[in-house]
């Protein structure tokens, strides 16, 4: 009699240590699972960020360029045929032009014939490449980041050459304070170290906020030697600046019709730093649950020593055991529900976020239907089907009705968290996506026993059906692919007034052996 019960006490510590070990597997999976879609979708939002602004400062972009052109040739006709045009007939072409925007006519001897700024007059320009540029042929030409000799701004400018009879004649200039760029990324609400840079084709920087110590040569640059030549418009990581040596993700759009590329760079450290605080806050939550099922093994390994020992205490210790057992699943249906609240606070997709729910929803049901029920060897599937996918219903708020036509089937310690898993991705699939418009609709679950501890699962609804190309393009149903493939069982999908699942599963190590013994090979004809 003590050595039957020395055997119950070896397999209740046995089932202990492997629901354990699957706990504990299960929180690991599910925390790197988190951790991967978290970082991509973390990744996904700085590109986001980063290209939306890259069009913004294009777009922007576009549209100086285009002031700037119109400027030069409206300004070209006002000043008639000597270049002395009247300021009234000037003024009346410059209205409406940006505030931080100057204009300036100078004669071919780069002496100053009008200017919107005081003192332009007394300073020479003629040494200047937007000058020289189109005295020497340039119809039009627009320079990279200079400092203004007469107000030490910091300014960029586009000329157009002037010519009368064929003859050059003098150079009109319109020149836009780095400024301009400020005012805009204050609008896009951007993390601090975020950046909008204005480029000139062949790699010199226009203009930039923050600004840079000065003028810049890009073309040397990963932007220029590899991304811009395979693509005008582009999303890509830089590891550190070259002018402040920050890592950014850069966004970057050639401007149509001008020589300019608007250049977006979002700062990551602050979104990695939120995203690894979450990761640290996961672990807090997780860690003592680790440590708890570490310690229960401990102790339950430590009673059976002793209890080998002490025969006399053969009971008492079946109890204690039945005891710690409960209340592992207890605290681990407890803490499931824990990862549940912090997955509601997360800032992740809704779907992904339901889904991780309902998952962790139908491990919870199975946890408090072992503890209730006291079974630790194998569970009634009768019982058991119920809680797992009306746990699933609530997460989604459907109103779906659930049918169950389920035999008494014994499942297995090693069966009972695949099957809820299983479980768990078909409801959902069927929540999801079998009516339309979140329809009311019927899921019916029938489980029927089979011979050598194998049964037969079918699932069915009726709703909507579905493509035969979407029965293994998702994420879920390559679970339920592997979940059946760990169970050694063999499933189809079909059409029949709505979808139907069908597997012939091992609920037990037997039903698992008689899966993977070698068939006999056929009698010859």
Not at 117 to 136: H, K, L, Q, S
Not at 238 to 243: A, Q
Not at 468 to 478: I, L, N
């Amino acid at each position: 009699m003590a050595l039957k019960r020395s055997w119950r006490e070896i397999s209740a510590v046995r089932l202990a240590v492997g629901l354990m070990a699957a706990a504990l597997t299960l929180f690991i999976g599910l925390l790197v699972f988190f951790v991967v879609i978290g970082t991509n979708q973390t990744r996904e939002r700085f590109e986001e960020r980063s290209r939306a602004a890259s069009q913004v400062v294009a777009t922007n972009a576009y549209w100086i360029a285009e002031v700037a052109n119109q400027t030069l040739r409206r300004v070209d006709s006002a000043m008639g045929t000597t270049l002395s045009g009247s300021e009234e007939e000037i003024d009346a072409v410059l209205q409406g032009l940006p505030a931080a925007t100057e204009v300036y006519v100078i004669d071919r001897n780069a002496n100053t014939v009008f200017a919107t700024v005081e003192g332009a007059a007394n300073t020479y320009i003629g040494d200047r490449e937007y000058f020289t540029a189109v005295r020497d042929g340039a119809p039009f030409y627009t320079s990279p980041l200079l400092v203004s000799r007469i107000t030490g701004d910091r300014i960029f400018v586009f000329s157009k050459r002037v010519e009368r009879r064929g003859v050059f004649a003098g150079a009109i200039m319109v020149s836009f304070s780095e400024t301009l760029l400020a005012d805009l990324w204050r609008t896009l609400d951007l993390d601090d170290g975020s950046t909008l840079s204005l480029v000139r084709a062949d790699g010199q920087l226009m203009a930039r906020f923050p600004p840079s110590p000065g003028p810049v040569d890009l073309s040397d640059t990963p932007l220029f030697t590899q991304y811009f030549k395979e693509n005008e418009v582009g999303t890509y990581i830089s590891e550190s600046s070259p002018i402040d040596g920050v890592a950014r993700v850069v966004s970057y759009r050639l401007v149509s019709d001008a020589p300019i590329i608007g250049l977006a760079s979002v700062a990551t450290n602050k979104g990695w730093s939120d995203f690894v605080n979450a990761i640290v806050s996961v672990l807090l939550i997780v860690s003592p649950v680790v440590l708890g099922l570490v310690l229960g093994g401990w102790w339950i390994v430590r009673l059976l020593v002793r209890d080998a020992e002490r025969a006399k205490e053969l009971e008492a210790s079946v109890e204690l055991n039945t005891m710690l057992f409960r209340e592992i699943h207890h605290r681990v249906k407890n803490n499931l529900a824990s990862v549940q609240a912090l997955v509601r606070m997360q800032d992740i997709p809704d779907n992904a976020k339901r889904d991780l729910q309902s998952r962790f929803a139908a491990m919870a049901a199975m946890h408090e239907h072992i503890y209730q029920q006291d079974r630790y060897e194998d569970i009634d599937a009768h019982d058991f089907i119920p809680p797992v996918v009306d746990q699933v219903k609530q997460a989604y708020g459907t109103e779906t009705t659930l049918v169950y036509d389920l035999d008494h089937v014994m499942v297995d310690r090693d069966h009972a968290t695949p099957l809820a898993l299983l479980l768990s991705e078909l409801a959902t699939n069927a929540f999801k996506y079998a009516f339309a418009d979140h329809q009311a609709g019927t899921l019916s679950i029938t489980l029927r026993q089979g011979g050598d501890g194998r049964a037969t699962l079918i699932v069915r609804d009726d709703g909507i059906g579905m493509e035969a190309a979407e029965f293994s393009k998702s994420m879920g149903m390559r679970l339920i692919r592997g979940i059946v493939g760990q169970m050694g069982g063999e499933y189809s999908f079909r059409n029949e007034g709505g979808v139907v699942f069908e597997a012939e599963l091992a609920l037990s190590v037997a039903g698992r052996a008689t899966a993977s013994a070698p068939e006999a090979d056929p009698a010859p004809r």
